[in-house]
């Protein structure tokens, strides 16, 4: 008995810690909490150690690091500096310019991870909107929005997805066979009720910004990409597409190595291995096998509520463990694809709720307050929540 309560205390303050960011009195961020709620699962008997490694999702973390790779060799190459003045030479209107920046944040979201693309481009979005003297609080709306949106699309656009594509088999075409529409109807209703909410912020560009840019060196990384995407059009398990891409970048006459693995963030990477050590002990748990039996009462093999419960969730927890709790109740659907594939597309749409409900969306808040430009709680809520509503409802009704 006492095991079970340790367990589902443990858990709990993991959750929250990770929920929140950091826990009240403790200098710990969400890494370390869930290193430490690891051991701790480990040191009440939640798990032994042969459960704790076989809980680790190797493969998971090999895209994770394959993807920093790849984006860190594009970043190196000026890649996302030239998308942003890409955006900039063809808008004419900050409807316009809005438009195409969230089309571009999208599209790059569905090939690469949203974080590291909202990281690479939210600098660059604020220096198009002070040269263009418009707003960039709608800008940096539209970019979190469309990134979480358009990483809703493939197997590689977010974490969430990845971990679901490992469980579920599906490849990456047919998932984005299956999601592409709704991630793009989704777009389409983002970016208009940005427009709509602030319509007296976005006017006709009187100037177009210079942004001094270096030469595309890129042929590296271009080659790395084209081999990645026709990996996964054929069907190559992701994971290995992912890390022969990378391998590919990592061959270099003149770069150091460690200049070209400095991009892997070795920090995220422990935190999802520490966090599948810590959803297994959970699943192990009493607490667990009740809150199974009461979601799959209320979900009872319908979609619409499994759907709802997954967004609900992951804004609870967060969308990672959200997927990891709610992978068992896929065996209640007749259909368990389509089943995967309304989680994939609600726990990551759900993203776009609330400042705090993604990981891209603190991203983009905190860059910006380095620009002296707050992107608050509210600011967000008035057109993240909507969204949100409107996305998953659009996803559920493709889907289903």
């Not at 060799?73 to 809005?98: D, K, Q, S």
């Amino acid at each position: 008995m006492w095991r079970e309560i340790a367990t589902s205390l443990i858990v709990g303050i993991v959750m929250y810690g990770i929920a929140v960011g950091r826990l009240p009195w403790l200098a710990l961020n969400r890494t370390t909490i869930a290193l430490i709620g690891a051991a701790a699962l480990l040191a009440v008997g939640a798990l032994d150690g042969d459960q704790a490694w076989h809980a680790i999702d190797i493969p998971t973390l090999v895209i994770l690091a394959g993807m920093m790779i790849i984006n860190g060799a594009l970043e190196e190459a000026g890649f996302f500096r030239h998308a942003a003045a890409w955006i900039a030479r063809f808008a004419r209107h900050g409807r316009t310019l809005l438009g195409i920046m969230m089309l571009v944040s999208a599209v790059l979201s569905a090939i690469f991870l949203n974080d590291t693309v909202v990281f690479l481009l939210t600098p660059l979005v604020i220096m198009v909107a002070r040269q263009t003297n418009t707003s960039p609080i709608p800008l940096l709306l539209g970019l979190a929005l469309s990134a979480n949106i358009g990483s809703s699309a493939t197997i590689t656009g977010n974490p969430q997805n990845i971990v679901i594509g490992n469980l579920s088999g599906i490849g990456f075409v047919p998932f984005l066979q299956a999601l592409w529409i709704p991630s793009l109807l989704s777009l389409i209703v983002a970016w208009a009720m940005l427009t709509l909410l602030y319509r007296n912020q976005l006017h006709v560009l009187h100037s177009t910004p210079h942004l001094t840019l270096p030469p595309l060196n890129a042929p590296h990384a271009l080659v790395a990409i084209v081999v990645l995407t026709i990996a996964l059009l054929v069907g190559v398990n992701p994971a290995v597409a992912v890390m022969i891409a990378a391998g590919l970048l990592l061959i270099r006459r003149h770069t150091p190595a460690a200049n070209l693995l400095h991009p892997i963030d070795g920090s995220l990477l422990l935190f999802f291995a520490a966090l599948f050590i810590v959803t297994a002990g959970f699943r192990e748990s009493a607490t667990a096998a009740w809150m199974y039996a009461q979601s799959a009462t209320f979900i009872d093999g319908q979609l619409i509520p499994f759907a709802v419960s997954a967004a609900l969730l992951s804004n609870l927890i967060s969308n990672v463990p959200a997927v990891l709790v709610l992978q068992d109740v896929i065996t209640q659907f007749a259909n368990p694809t389509q089943a995967w594939l309304v989680l994939a597309a609600s726990s990551t749409l759900a993203g776009n709720s609330t400042l705090l409900a993604s990981v891209a969306n603190l991203i983009v808040a905190e860059r910006a307050a380095q620009h002296d430009i707050t992107l608050d709680f509210v600011t967000y809520l008035k057109i993240g929540l909507p969204v949100t509503i409107a996305s998953v409802a659009i996803a559920i009704w493709w889907l289903t």
